[in-house]
Structures are given as C-alpha cells and as structure tokens.
C-alpha cells in the first residue's frame, strides 16, 4: 500500500499527528491539513528529517472557501482522506451554550462533509479513492457530558453511510473509524486520576487503547483487500461497546 497519497486532517496534535507521522513513515505522501499552520510546519520538517515526505497547509474545515482553497494546493492524485479533525466540549446539556453546540457542530459533522465532498470531487476524476471518516464510541453509546459531541459523532457515521450509497458508483468507498477511549497528551493526565481510574475498569479488556491500536483498522479501511467494504462502522474500543450494563 505504500506510494500512495493521504490527506489528513486535524494532523497538528493527537490522532492526526499520530496517523501523519505513521504514514509517512510507510512510505506514503501525507497532506496535513489543520488550523495551526506553525505547529503543522514543525511536523512535517520532523518528517522529512525522518526521510518522510509530508506537506502542511492551513485550514478551517467548517469554512468552505478555506477548505476549497487548501485541496487547490494540493496537487497530483489524492488517494485517501483521513478525515480526522473533531473537538470537543465536556458541559452538561443544560449548560452548553449555543456558541458551544456550534463550534462541535460545524467542525465534527459540517467540517467532515465539507472535506469529504472537496475529496470526493477529486477522486472522481482520478478514478476513486477511500475516505476515513474518524468518529466515536460515543457515537453509538452515550456519555454523561458529552451530547453535542455524540451527536455529532452519530451524525458522522449516518453521514458516512449516505456518502458511501451516492458515491459507490464513483469508486469512492466511504467508512468510519470508531476508536474508544484511547489515550493521547492530552487525556493522559485525567486518566491517571481516580474517575480516569474508574472508567478504564468498565473497559473489558482493562486497559486505554494506544494510538497504534487504531493503525491496523485504518489501513484495513484504506486498503485494496477492503475494496468491497464501504458504509460500515469500524470500532477499536477493547470491548467497550459489548460491555455489560
């Protein structure tokens, strides 16, 4: 699979970062694509200090000329979209304000069309390609302050399923990628916690997930042996969604 081109958003931290770094490292062309252009730059100097070959380009993904204007600079033939970017708000519902619920929304579920559909109309030209949409468990569970964030993420996975009817015939699959609780900088420290404690003891397996636990599934979804897999929801939670109530 290696040669091929992948676009990734949300690629200045967590996921992303992890997904940029890995790929390249395989041998593919990387596109990031997020909003923090300085820290985007770092990374793909990293890489190609690593003997990667990675590009960085700035963008709103809730803002359509942003997103028009970064697939304009990116030449050649796209291969896959990762399409990564999401942020959260931890509120109760009673206390989430309009400007929260906005900011979740516009960037986990119009951020995602927006990408996939620049992507997508790409692909078609070049005879297809495979899109990654990166959601939730909590798209398919819920979670006590979290309901903007899993509403956007079931959102994400029917939103999946309908790009993945209207461009089956444009060889264009489309499926989603649902990790559980996987620990990153960011969430290290509440983990080591006692409530961080307590949740990870509902988790079957007993342990976080590592962002490398994710690197399979995504090139399963990615690769020509999942040609005939599109519009399905792929979860990597260590047991989390089959756990007892």
Not at 1 to 16: D, I, P
Not at 17 to 43: D, P
Not at 112 to 130: E, H, S
Request: aromatic share 4%.
């Amino acid at each position: 699979m290696s040669g091929r081109c992948f676009v990734v958003t949300g690629a200045s931290s967590g996921l992303g970062e992890h997904f940029s770094r890995t790929l390249a490292a395989e041998g593919h062309r990387v596109v990031m694509l997020a909003r923090r252009s300085e820290v985007l730059a770092r990374i793909a100097q990293d890489i190609a200090a690593a003997g990667g070959t990675a590009e960085s380009i700035a963008v709103d993904v809730a803002d359509a000329g942003s997103v028009q204007s970064a697939f304009e600079r990116i030449d050649g033939k796209i291969d896959v979209l990762v399409n990564n970017a999401g942020v959260s708000v931890e509120t109760f519902a009673l206390d989430t304000s309009p400007e929260d619920l906005d900011r979740v929304i516009d960037t986990n579920l119009k951020g995602v069309f927006l990408v996939a559909q620049a992507a997508a109309r790409r692909m078609q030209q070049t005879g297809g390609g495979a899109i990654v949409n990166v959601a939730s468990i909590l798209g398919l569970r819920v979670a006590s302050g979290l309901a903007a964030y899993a509403a956007s993420k079931a959102a994400v996975m029917q939103l999946t399923r309908s790009l993945a009817l209207e461009w089956a015939r444009r060889g264009i699959r489309v499926n989603t990628l649902c990790p559980g609780y996987i620990e990153t900088p960011l969430n290290r420290e509440f983990f080591a916690t006692e409530a961080g404690q307590r949740l990870i003891k509902r988790i079957p397996q007993g342990r976080l997930g590592r962002m490398a636990d994710l690197d399979e599934p995504l090139r399963l979804l990615c690769s020509d042996h999942a040609t005939y897999i599109t519009g399905t929801a792929l979860a990597v939670d260590g047991g989390h969604l089959v756990s007892g109530l």
